[in-house]
């Protein structure tokens, strides 16, 4: 009888002993990286009042920090290198590389750090500090969050995109112009920005 209630009090014991060990979460927040080669940031601006011209920076990399249980502590980092702007047209790229536009050599990276993240609707909005040529300016980025999942691979996954961002080029100091004799200007102020990006858990 003394080793039967040996026995059950140690198993008693061990009960107690793994109830007080906390469940770990589902999934706690986890830092992703940008994977450079399925991320891009997109931009569209009118040209001499009658058409529009699009281009994209490839040279995109950053962090995403996502916490699944509160989205609104999750936080990203980017940085853009602004010589990879691509419009299609080497003697426009190389323009807009100069210091009438981004001036690339003296502001190579074109940064974005969020400060907070907002529930929208079904979508979220990240506010945060855009920096262009040396200026920065608090700026809102809509966007959809998709995923995550897990790649043929195993790695986690997320994407994030973002459609409806409007700047002023002249709110960074970019405003080089020319006025058409038949009155406005050859390039608009107001350029639509998009965004498609995915990022890669980061192994521990």
């Not at 008693?12 to 891009?40: E, M, N, R, Y």
């Amino acid at each position: 009888r003394a080793m039967v209630r040996n026995i059950t009090f140690r198993l008693i014991g061990i009960s107690l002993g793994l109830s007080l060990v906390p469940a770990p979460p589902a999934w706690a927040a986890t830092k992703f990286s940008l994977d450079p080669s399925h991320t891009s940031v997109g931009f569209s601006i009118r040209h001499m009042l009658i058409s529009t011209v699009r281009g994209s920076f490839s040279g995109v990399a950053g962090e995403i920090v996502y916490d699944p249980d509160d989205p609104t502590r999750s936080w990203v980092r980017v940085e853009i290198d602004a010589a990879s702007i691509d419009t299609g047209n080497k003697d426009r790229d190389n323009h807009l590389k100069g210091p009438d536009f981004f001036d690339v050599a003296n502001y190579p990276k074109i940064t974005f750090e969020s400060t907070k993240v907002e529930k929208r609707g079904d979508n979220w909005v990240a506010y945060g500090q855009l920096t262009i040529k040396g200026v920065t300016r608090e700026i809102a980025i809509p966007f959809r969050l998709n995923g995550p999942i897990n790649d043929p691979w195993g790695n986690l996954r997320i994407g994030v995109e973002a459609e409806t961002i409007t700047l002023n080029r002249q709110d960074f100091g970019i405003s080089w112009n020319q006025v058409l004799d038949a009155g406005g200007l050859a390039v608009g102020n107001e350029v639509s920005v998009y965004i498609s990006a995915e990022a890669a858990a980061q192994t521990p």
